[in-house]
């Protein structure tokens, strides 16, 4: 007999203003601490589905600044910069997302 397991995930979803004041939901995929400087990667978070399908999917990455004793999330403007984290991100999370796969793939064969 096979148990069912129940899983309620419940993303951390964060509103974000760009420059021109126009205001986009993400879903915080993960955060890093590299030389003493956090970074988040971040997807565009649509509540509908079909929104969610024809988006198209671009890993966001931002850094941590602290504004008037508040942590925010800012753009990285240093292109080296956001190329090396971009990339450490999207090895961590391509790896995460194989793994959860294998075990998948594992669970269905038994």
Excluded at 71 to 86: H, L, P, R, T, V
């Amino acid at each position: 007999m096979s148990e069912e397991m129940e899983f309620d995930y419940t993303p951390d979803i964060y509103t974000l203003v760009d420059e021109e004041g126009n205001e986009q939901a993400f879903e915080l995929l993960d955060i890093l601490e590299i030389d003493n400087q956090r970074y988040f990667a971040l997807l565009p978070y649509y509540e509908n589905t079909q929104d969610a399908l024809n988006s198209d999917g671009d890993l966001v990455v931002l850094k941590s600044e602290i504004i008037d004793g508040e942590e925010m999330m800012a753009s990285i403007d240093n292109d080296d910069e956001y190329d090396k984290i971009g990339n450490i991100f999207l090895e961590k999370l391509s790896s995460m997302y194989e793994e959860e796969y294998e075990e998948a793939e594992k669970k269905l064969e038994s």
